[in-house]
């Protein structure tokens, strides 16, 4: 299936992500032709000059080179234009101290959507919260351009940037070493180990409990994290 930026159709998780051309605060980007082979957080604000939209785009800008690492591109979006958000981000660096982050620079992208195109194709706008207002939602693409996160905000709360990164982090362990994460899972802590699919599966990986993985039954086993 293929998404545009003039259809109605949301992504799902597992979808390709909808495809769009944008001016930015960074120049003109084409989505996902100028993020191959990287993993893309999309992520919607209100509106421009906002107080919680300001405290995300600090912490998001603070921890870009950490997204940089794990191969993750950010791109910022509202439903304001390109000189409402040349403005709001120079107030950041210029007057903005926050929680000791200051002279913040945000340098990702920020799309200016005020034909609301980009918005309707990832279903940011939900009338029930506001018409003319982006919720704050949040996509992670992986390398392939598929959809693999989608988180929901409402206006008035901010994100935890952290979450974020730890979910982004999770998925692409599970992607490398075919794991899973359990609950409240961070780097360096046990991972889970996919479930046996057969009943002789079971009695060998409960007969292999202790080694090099440990199980609370035979449907729940852990190891230590791949990745650390």
Aim: charged share 25%; with cysteine; hydrophobic share 40%.
């Amino acid at each position: 299936m293929e998404y545009s930026a003039a259809t109605n159709n949301l992504p799902l998780i597992g979808d390709p992500a909808p495809q769009f051309k944008a001016l930015t605060t960074q120049g003109p980007i084409d989505f996902p032709k100028d993020y191959k082979h990287k993993w893309v957080i999309l992520f919607s604000h209100p509106a421009d000059f906002t107080p919680v939209c300001t405290t995300e785009f600090m912490t998001f800008a603070t921890m870009q080179e950490d997204f940089k690492a794990l191969n993750c591109a950010l791109i910022g979006l509202s439903i304001d234009s390109h000189f409402s958000h040349i403005a709001w981000l120079r107030t950041i660096k210029e007057k903005i101290e926050y929680k000791g982050m200051k002279n913040v620079e945000v340098n990702f992208p920020v799309i200016a959507d005020l034909k609301m195109e980009v918005a309707k194709a990832f279903g940011m706008l939900q009338p029930s919260a506001s018409d003319t207002q982006a919720v704050r939602a949040v996509f992670i693409m992986d390398p392939k351009s598929k959809v693999r996160a989608i988180l929901y905000y409402p206006l008035s709360n901010g994100r935890n940037m952290e979450e974020i990164k730890r979910l982004l982090t999770a998925m692409q362990r599970s992607d490398a070493h075919q794991i899973a994460t359990p609950a409240n899972w961070q780097p360096g802590e046990d991972v889970i180990v996919p479930p046996p699919g057969s009943c002789g599966a079971a009695k060998d990986r409960m007969d292999q409990s202790g080694k090099d993985i440990h199980c609370l039954d035979w449907f729940l086993c852990l190891k230590k994290d791949p990745g650390k």
